[in-house]
């Protein structure tokens, strides 16, 4: 067995916890001292790069969500150049929430895009749903062991329920049809840890099925979104995890504007650390449970 990027990933959660701080920073979130005598893009990687110093020790991962950036034009991706940049000056795990998904020649391009140059990450995530051949491109960054993905299976937003929970002829639901493919293609990237280089996107917002999706697809590292602002509980993300790994928990919100509930706007950074610190902790006394 070989080494892959997964196998670090699992490594910094084993020592950090599962915490994945999402990096989707929305100008309006940045308090003011931060953006007095700054452009919109310079305040936006200031309030990135204080945040990236308060938790680089205890966040497992960070996900910097593209669409936050392109919002404010070729400023904004500088500013998303600057962070990825930063980050890796940092020693930090990069995914780069991205969710491309489109026919192969488009979907070499965007790996190009984003496995080098200017725009470079660790991971990406991926939209499966126009067949596995948009995936494949990928691939052969995958064989460097340096480069793995995060495919959608299984997401937080209620709009899964439109095509993701449909029935099938196979007797599954669509996500899990999509999770059987998604394992199948990882067979190939499998780690050290035991988890292969092609994670799945699996929401905890539902969480009737959840420890049944553990034990299907007990080879896929899960990037689990939907903790905090859209509901998830500590205790929902432990059904998601063998014991307290095989996946990182995102959080955006709930750590980009922790200072708020507190009015302690000067301290933005230092409340971002408390939030990943109390996140960790209530998830790992979750596991202890489950």
């Not at 990882?186 to 009737?208: L, S």
């Not at 919100?253 to 950074?269: D, Q």
């Amino acid at each position: 067995m070989r080494s892959y990027i997964i196998d670090k990933l699992y490594e910094r959660v084993e020592k950090r916890g599962v915490v994945c701080v999402g990096l989707d920073t929305a100008l309006e979130y940045v308090p003011e001292h931060i953006r007095e005598g700054r452009t919109p893009a310079e305040a936006i990687f200031q309030f990135n790069k204080e945040i990236i110093d308060s938790t680089c020790d205890i966040a497992a991962c960070f996900k910097v969500q593209i669409a936050y950036y392109e919002a404010l034009g070729l400023e904004g991706l500088t500013a998303y150049k600057r962070t990825l940049d930063y980050l890796r000056k940092k020693d930090q795990i990069i995914i780069a929430d991205i969710k491309r998904g489109d026919i192969a020649a488009t979907a070499k391009m965007y790996a190009k895009a984003h496995f080098q140059g200017d725009f470079e990450a660790d991971f990406i995530t991926l939209s499966p749903y126009m067949g596995m051949d948009s995936i494949e491109p990928y691939l052969p960054y995958l064989e460097s062991g340096n480069k793995g993905v995060f495919s959608l299976v299984r997401t937080s937003n209620k709009g899964a329920e439109d095509i993701e929970y449909l029935d099938t002829t196979f007797n599954k639901k669509v996500y899990e049809v999509v999770a059987d493919k998604i394992t199948e293609m990882g067979e190939d990237y499998i780690g050290e840890c035991g988890y292969t280089a092609i994670g799945g996107v699996i929401g905890c917002t539902h969480v009737e099925e959840g420890k049944k999706i553990r034990a299907n697809y007990n080879s896929m590292f899960f990037l689990i979104p939907g903790y905090g602002a859209q509901g998830g509980k500590a205790e929902d993300v432990a059904l998601y995890l063998n014991n307290g790994n095989g996946g990182v928990v995102n959080s955006s919100r709930g750590i980009l504007l922790a200072y708020k509930k507190e009015n302690r706007a000067k301290e933005f950074s230092l409340c971002a650390r408390e939030e990943v610190i109390k996140m960790r902790d209530a998830i790992r006394e979750a596991v202890k449970r489950a």
